[in-house]
């Protein structure tokens, strides 16, 4: 079992950076494969970013590809994910995921954190 919480979403003007974490208890963290998912109000859950357990090869959505950048800390138990020039578009909860394999789809997520609601003014 493995526990996940996110932090550091909020309210932002377009054009700002936000850094997310993401905090993971239980199991050993560094044997998961993690990433960062997001749902729009409205829409379905979408991949973002993920991150492998092995090698931390990462892996990005067109959508933010140049923009965000998923990362790892093994030593805290912690993923990350840095914002850059956010975009209406990118407000959405924000959920951190982990799974035993490499995650670019929600059906390969065997855990899921709460979310952090990421807010983009125009």
């Known amino acids: 079992q493995v526990q996940l919480v996110e932090s550091g979403g909020g309210l932002v003007q377009a054009g700002d950076s936000l850094r997310l974490s993401c905090a993971a208890s239980?199991?050993?963290?560094?044997?998961?494969?993690m990433g960062w998912f997001r749902q729009a109000p409205g829409k379905g859950r979408e991949f973002v970013a993920g991150i492998s357990r092995s090698d931390g090869r990462t892996f990005h959505a067109d959508s933010v590809k140049g923009r965000f950048t998923i990362s790892r800390d093994n030593a805290k138990n912690t993923v990350y994910l840095q914002m850059n020039s956010l975009k209406p578009e990118d407000t959405a909860v924000y959920y951190c995921a982990a799974g035993g394999v490499i995650l670019v789809a929600s059906r390969d997520v065997e855990y899921w954190g709460k979310g952090t609601l990421v807010t983009v003014s125009s």
């Open positions: 239980g199991r050993t963290f560094s044997s998961y494969n």
